[in-house]
């Protein structure tokens, strides 16, 4: 079955540091462009981050020097670390796979920044 | 970065009516335009990609239309299970921005 799975988030203070996975069954991760999409409680859909098939990453400014996307080809698996983790970064983060519409999404995995 | 703007943020329908969201890019995204759809809960779901081409086992009542800044999604006949959130989303460029949403409910 092709799907994907996250997890990793929970609890976190302030300051602190996560590392998110999402795995991926029936489909290679690094022959595809990657995403992290999150979406705070009660709002809209944010992009994060993409690493393309070549290996190239981009984020969007909110997490720019905080977070960074990678992946294991071994492990078939997309990380996501994040550090100086903030009260605004509160989100269900999403791993999308796709270029230029994202056709599979996991269920997501809620991060919660707080004291 | 380009800004996504949907209308309307809500919408109330009833099934069987013809139901039409706009979104509107701060810039021209070619047919870079994405439509999704969200139910609580739950990821988001790929309706449209390309502006206009259905993705496969999506309903043909959803249909998009549109190029360069002005796109819509029009569902010809709502049935009760469409009744969810829909986003727009930019794949033109980096950062892949989305809209603010357009919450449909039921009249």
């Known amino acids: 079955e092709v799907q994907l799975v996250e997890s990793g988030g929970g609890l976190i203070q302030p300051g602190g540091s996560l590392r998110l996975s999402c795995a991926a069954s029936?489909?290679?991760?690094?022959?595809?462009?990657m995403n992290w999409v999150r979406q705070a409680p009660g709002k809209g859909l944010e992009w994060v981050s993409v690493?393309?098939?070549?290996?190239?990453?981009y984020y969007a400014d909110s997490v720019k020097g905080r977070f960074t996307i990678s992946r294991d080809n071994s492990k078939n698996t997309l990380y996501l670390q994040m550090n100086s983790l903030r009260a605004e970064d509160t989100a269900v983060y999403y791993c999308?796979?796709?270029?230029?519409?994202?056709?599979?999404w996991g269920r997501g995995t809620l991060v919660t920044v707080s004291s | 970065d380009i800004q996504m703007t949907q209308s309307p943020s809500s919408l109330s329908a009833s099934v069987g009516d013809r139901v039409t969201i706009t979104c509107r890019a701060s810039q021209t995204i070619s047919s870079y335009l994405n439509w999704y759809q969200q139910k609580p809960g739950k990821a988001p779901k790929l309706l449209i990609y390309?502006?206009?081409s259905l993705q496969s086992g999506v309903p043909s009542r959803f249909s998009g239309s549109g190029s360069g800044t002005d796109f819509t999604l029009t569902i010809s006949s709502l049935q009760p299970e469409d009744f969810a959130t829909y986003y727009c989303?930019?794949?033109?460029?980096?950062?892949?921005?989305f809209g603010q949403g357009t919450n449909l409910e039921i009249k």
């Open positions: 029936g489909f290679t991760v690094s022959s595809n462009y």
């Open positions: 690493i393309y098939s070549g290996g190239s990453t």
């Open positions: 989303q930019q794949s033109y460029s980096t950062p892949y921005t």
């Open positions: 999308g796979r796709g270029d230029w519409h994202f056709d599979l």
């Open positions: 390309a502006a206009s």
